[in-house]
């Protein structure tokens, strides 16, 4: 089982790379994942 340390390097890569590839979250549950939010408007 992976240790608490591991898991937070884990998401730390996670983020670098969501930061590195400009991912966006899902705005609306009917948008795709990953795509861009467009004029970044939050509903």
Do not use: H, V, W
Not at 22 to 37: E, K, R, S, V
């Amino acid at each position: 089982m992976p240790s608490i340390a591991e898991y937070l390097k884990y998401a730390n890569l996670q983020m670098a790379a969501e930061a590195l590839f400009g991912f966006d979250a899902n705005i609306t549950p009917n948008m795709t994942p990953g795509a861009p939010a467009g004029n970044n408007e939050r509903a």
